[in-house]
């Protein structure tokens, strides 16, 4: 049903699919995200990148997308020294909690320092007003169903690079890491772009994938804007409509 002050109407709409995706590494699983079912071996490289169990693709020795009747198991087997890294981590977890970050033993822990991404990268306001454009007729998930996320790469030379989409933010640029990961590329030199706010997660996401220059469309938190100036990159925030804000860098944002 379709409700307006003038009058009510029956119509159909796209309604996105959201289901557990658990990521289960040589057997044991270590996490289960609430996603879209979409490019999801992109999701497993992206995650295993961001997430430090994977620095390099070869690292994943096989994966494996199995449907099962109460979500999705991506089940990924790592060569020999990464699943070592992983059990070593996983030894190392301490008990579940009912809220905030699950297996982390101290303050220290919870926010892990960012990579520092290297010198490099200078784009100009129409730059950034394009590259923004440029995404929206690719979001075809969006355009369908006003409910998704969306992450991608642009560069002056190329355009559009790569875009993922997701119900979850955190996903969206998680598949498109993957994307990334499996094409031999890295976000050195472009723009990544985001259509949701940056928490740190986001920053320290951009920064292994070695992104100089982050915008998206809605603000930062505080802790987002400190990391993005410790890891050196260059914060551009609530971008919309001709105008943005740089938060932190902005010897890279040409006048």
Known sequence: MCWTAAATATAERFIPEETPVALTYNGTTHAVMMASPSDLEDFAYGFS??????????????????????????RIWLETDAAARFLDRRR?????????????????????????????????ATS????????????????????????ALWTPAEGLVALREDVGRHNALDKL???LLRSGRTAAGALLLLTSRVSVEMVQKAAVLGAPVLVAVSAPTALAVRTAEA????????????????????????V
């Not at 997430?51 to 199995?66: K, N």
């Not at 822990?109 to 200078?122: E, M």
């Not at 950034?128 to 169903?145: C, F, K």
């Open 128 to 151: 950034i007003g394009a590259a923004q454009r440029s995404m929206i007729d690719d979001q075809v998930l969006y355009q369908q169903t006003r409910a998704v996320h969306a992450a």
């Open 49 to 74: 990148l961001t997430e430090g169990q994977i620095e390099r693709p070869e690292q994943i020795r096989s994966l494996d997308v199995e449907i099962l009747d109460e979500g999705i198991d991506l």
């Open 231 to 254: 890891a050196g990159i260059t914060l551009v925030a609530s971008a919309r409509d001709g105008r943005f804000d740089v938060h932190t860098h902005a010897e890279r944002i040409l």
């Open 92 to 124: 190392r977890l301490s008990g579940p909690t009912g809220c905030g970050l699950c297996g982390i033993e101290s303050l220290e822990a919870a926010v892990p320092t960012a990579a520092r991404v290297a010198v490099g990268g200078r784009f100009d």
């Open 177 to 179: 890491a993957g994307a």
